[in-house]
């Protein structure tokens, strides 16, 4: 071996050590970077959320359709829908995921919370990511964005020529919405008046109850194509005027957002949201008569809601003559515990129920609908005011009765049976009437979680056809007739009872 040849063995040497170091170094970090891939990708196989849908077969979409041209309601061959472009976004990521659709429709202000209680699996009804949202729940990549505007009425079109020349002018907005926060931002000295249903604000700003409405651009178009006194303040411009437009979904659930993610993009790239829009435009301005279109709408609120009323009232009274009984009773423990219970459903908002029983029911496993999260909590409301109810018509039965009945050695739930309730019955139907009446009426709360009661159903209308007056009329006629035949109905069954009963029903 020459001088060379053992230089160029030395060189070799030399490189095979320093590779050998190389590969030692970097193939334990090409293995970790390989082992987090798989990691990355087995959490994503194995988010349980999109499993859960998967294996029920349906995906629950949670809206609010009193939002044309994004989702409303719609008579389709004699079928009552909720349609538009949003509805049919749901549609395409439920097919992509090879399930079936199931929408569940409930106030906006209660999305949220049936999207973090497990109630629905998505939300899609033009709602945008902020801060406070994102640390509640996921976001898609946007599907759509959109620009805000100012809608006033017809007159006052050119009155508006900026942000700064709402000072002291009422503003309404749709509660917990982007444009509540850019009205309060942007629209300087604005008074802003927050309520939960665009259709409402709607209705406000055409009757005069406020000037302007911070709104999307598409939602404004609809209702001044359909309502002449109505227009575009366009003259004034926000600086945060885009808004995107995203799917909500649970937090950590990698895998659901992956599969939502794809079909958006596949929206985009194959251009589909363009003819969503247009063909929910088109169902948006087909004309009919109203009755024909709606009349339906009214009927299964009215039997709704009589429904609701019929069974808040009965289980009410077996709830609240319990209560009496155990108020009056000089057990400590069942006495403390009907106090309790009737001060707090008294003291408490009908709303605030509802809101607890229908998600509160959810966190502790129980699944159970919007009607009888509703009935339920009509059912427990009612029994605290029945029972005082109840209580008072015991007690204005005159004390001799029940000394009587004691001296003549009859027991004293007997007593109570045969001779204090019978003779409080006369104080209580009149009382028990009116309680009837009064739920009649309050059970329209329960609309906020999406039942269809008369109240539901009367936004329904307001949002399809874009008369936000004309329905609310009707819906009080209806109301009127209710409580004028409930009432008739009372008083002949206490005619009947005073009729049937002795003159002098004493011992």
Do not use: C
């Not at 509640?136 to 007159?155: D, G, H």
């Not at 605290?384 to 029940?402: D, F, H, L, M, W």
Request: glycine share 8%; net charge positive.
């Amino acid at each position: 071996m020459n001088q060379n040849e053992g230089h160029w063995g030395k060189r070799i040497l030399h490189l095979m050590l320093i590779a050998t170091m190389v590969i030692g170094t970097f193939l334990p970090l090409a293995n970790l970077t390989k082992t987090g891939t798989v990691q990355a990708a087995q959490t994503k196989q194995s988010d349980p959320y999109l499993q859960k849908i998967k294996k029920k077969g349906t995906l629950v979409l949670g809206l609010s359709a009193d939002y044309p041209p994004y989702e409303f309601h719609k008579t389709i061959k004699g079928q009552d829908e909720i349609i538009g472009f949003d509805v049919s976004i749901a549609k395409k990521i439920a097919k992509d995921m090879g399930v079936h659709l199931v929408i569940k429709e409930m106030g906006f202000d209660a999305l949220l919370g049936a999207l973090k209680t497990g109630k629905i699996d998505l939300i899609i009804s033009g709602m945008s990511e902020t801060p406070e949202r994102a640390k509640q729940v996921t976001f898609s990549e946007p599907y759509l964005t959109v620009k805000q505007t100012v809608m006033v009425r017809k007159a006052d079109a050119n009155k508006y020529q900026g942000v700064n020349d709402f000072n002291n002018v009422k503003v309404g907005v749709q509660k917990q919405t982007t444009q509540e926060t850019l009205a309060k931002t942007e629209l300087t000295g604005a008074k802003t008046v927050s309520l939960q249903k665009m259709t409402d604000i709607v209705l406000n700003l055409q009757q005069k109850k406020i000037d302007a409405i911070v709104i999307e651009k598409p939602v404004a178009d609809a209702y001044v194509a359909q309502d002449k006194s109505l227009a575009l303040a366009k003259n004034v411009k926000f600086a945060n005027a885009t808004k995107n437009a995203a799917v909500a979904m649970p937090k950590d659930a990698p895998a659901l957002a992956a599969q939502v993610n794809h079909s958006i993009r596949q929206i985009k790239r194959q251009h589909l949201l363009n003819g969503y829009i247009k063909n929910a435009q088109k169902q948006m301005f087909a004309n009919s008569g109203f009755f024909a279109q709606y009349g339906s709408y009214f009927l299964s609120g009215t039997g709704i809601t009589i429904g609701l009323t019929i069974l808040g009232v009965l289980f009410g009274t077996i709830l609240g003559t319990v209560l009496a009984l155990m108020k009056r009773a000089k057990n400590f423990l069942a006495h403390w515990i009907a106090v309790i219970y009737i001060e707090y459903f008294r003291g408490t908002p009908l709303l605030v129920q509802v809101f607890m029983i229908y998600f509160g029911t959810q966190i502790m496993g129980l699944d159970l609908s919007a009607f009888v999260s509703a009935a339920i909590a009509l059912s427990l409301n009612s029994g605290a005011y029945v029972s005082e109810i109840i209580r008072s018509g015991i007690n204005s039965v005159p004390k001799g009765q029940t000394e009587a009945a004691r001296s003549l050695g009859i027991s004293q739930k007997d007593t109570t049976r045969f001779v204090v309730l019978p003779q409080a019955v006369k104080t209580i139907l009149p009382a028990l009437g009116n309680e009837f009446i009064s739920l009649l009426k309050e059970s329209a709360i329960v609309s906020v979680i999406g039942v269809g009661e008369l109240m539901f159903q009367t936004g329904v209308v307001q949002g399809a056809s874009f008369k936000p007056f004309s329905p609310l009329v009707l819906t009080s006629f209806i109301y009127f007739a209710l409580t004028l035949v409930l009432s008739a109905l009372l008083n002949a069954f206490e005619k009947r009872m005073n009729l049937g009963r002795p003159k002098n029903q004493v011992l």
